[in-house]
T-cell receptor, first 114, second 114 residues
Framework: AQSVTQPDIHITVSEGASLELRCNYSYGATPYLFWYVQSPGQGLQLLLKYFSGDTLVQGIKGFEAEFKRSQSSFNLRKPSVHWSDAAEYFC????????????FGTGTRLTIIP | GAVVSQHPSWVICKSGTSVKIECRSLDFQATTMFWYRQFPKQSLMLMATSNEGSKATYEQGVEKDKFLINHASLTLSTLTVTSAHPEDSSFYICSGEGRKGEAFFGQGTRLTVV
């Protein structure tokens, strides 16, 4: 069965600092990997996705993620965070780019301090 | 991107009553909509997949008679929690599948049963 682990429940970083959110997955086949962001009162917004090709994926809002098959990881990064990045971030794995049977991690809450 | 509107954002109901949650795709037709549930500090779990004009497909362990899903049109799916109990208190979120298979999520509904 597929699973996703986000080991950090809550992360606090200073505005302007770099960010890395961890995601590890377990999947029997080649995974489709996603990162979503949820701001308070908002729906989930897709930041980026990966299936094949370049293992470094660029997304919206200056985010990127790197797929490392050997580590079963798909960590999300941003070189310099902004106060507006404060939100809940979810990593997910699926069988396709449609969201059928998406398996989500428990999420990481990001707090930004001035 | 496409917009999915979910209503209400939060609801408190008495034990034994029923609650209806609406999920509307505002600017696209969603042949398929998905309903997820998230308990505190846990992952979003897929509850069911609804296809316009047909019966929903429920995930293992989800009671179809308790969580009634109706997908009567290409822009509206509803989830009714019948005879709600405190253990049904959770965060419910829907998503619609766009033409290219991408998922667009609603804002979510926080249900509290007292």
């Amino acid at each position: 069965a597929q699973s996703v682990t986000q080991p950090d429940i809550h992360i606090t970083v200073s505005e302007g600092a770099s960010l890395e959110l961890r995601c590890n997955y377990s999947y029997g086949a080649t995974p489709y990997l996603f990162w979503y962001v949820q701001s308070p009162g908002q729906g989930l917004q897709l930041l980026l996705k990966y299936f094949s090709g370049d293992t470094l994926v660029q997304g919206i809002k200056g985010f990127e993620a790197e797929f490392k098959r050997s580590q079963s990881s798909f960590n999300l990064r941003k070189p310099s965070v902004h106060w507006s990045d404060a939100a809940e971030y979810f990593c997910a794995v699926g069988a396709s780019f449609g969201n059928e049977k998406l398996t989500f991690g428990t999420g990481t809450r990001l707090t930004i301090i001035p | 991107g496409a917009v999915v509107s979910q209503h209400p954002s939060w609801v408190i109901c008495k034990s034994g009553t029923s609650v209806k949650i609406e999920c509307r795709s505002l600017d696209f037709q969603a042949t398929t909509m998905f309903w997820y549930r998230q308990f505190p500090k846990q992952s979003l779990m897929l509850m069911a997949t609804s296809n316009e004009g047909s019966k929903a497909t429920y995930e293992q362990g989800v009671e179809k008679d308790k969580f009634l899903i109706n997908h009567a049109s290409l822009t509206l799916s509803t989830l009714t929690v019948t005879s709600a109990h405190p253990e049904d208190s959770s965060f419910y979120i829907c998503s619609g599948e766009g033409r290219k298979g991408e998922a667009f999520f609603g804002q979510g509904t926080r249900l509290t049963v007292v």
